[in-house]
């Protein structure tokens, strides 16, 4: 079973005082609807949270996962990859990367980017992207690049380690801008909320 890693460490610090992994999505925090999604698709799935003691832990608490705590968050996102793929196991020959602040993706998205990995086996990344092609998540890396990304460092994610690996990266697109659309601010979400009503809106 492939891992799906979560790296929910992060501050959230343009949120100006909320969590936006905490925030209400169809009644549920949004960290714990994204590791359902997961939970969908996997077995085995990982979440990397800040230190301890922290509200996050009990929007996963029983959710059948394991989380990592880090210490180190402050750094931002490359921390919690160093401890997410320094978790797993010999016998893993991929990893999914599934950031938690994509509130648009479906199981069905994380889906076809495993289908990938079958269908185009010489790839060494897949990667969720938009319907125009531009590269999002979620990310599934081989186990070659796991050493990679256990030497991350900053708050720049998996990109360094993308960049080099030129066609090596296969893009999986997806409906609409759903595989790049984050929410990182309170004025984000409210335009998200309201775009949303709209597409619900029956008449």
Known sequence: ??????????????MRGADK???DIDGEPLLRRQVSMARAVSDDVRVALPSRPHPRYAAVRDLDVRTF???????????SLRVLFASLEADHTHAMV????????TKNDLGAVIVATR???????????TQSGKGGHPIIAARLLFKDFQCLTGDS????VIKKLGQAVH???????????????PEEWAAWRA??????DPR
């Open 21 to 23: 992994l905490m925030m």
């Open 98 to 105: 599934l950031l938690p602040d994509l509130p648009d993706l």
């Open 171 to 185: 893009f999986v697109p997806l409906d609409g801008n759903r595989a790049r659309q984050d929410l990182d601010t």
């Open 69 to 79: 705590e880090v210490s180190q968050a402050a750094e931002g996102i490359s921390a």
């Open 157 to 160: 994610g998996g990109n360094s």
């Open 1 to 14: 079973m492939m891992p799906v890693l979560i790296p929910a460490a992060g501050a959230s610090s343009r």
């Open 195 to 200: 775009g949303r009503a709209i597409s619900d």
């Open 119 to 129: 269908q185009y086996p010489k790839a060494m990344i897949w990667r969720g992207a």
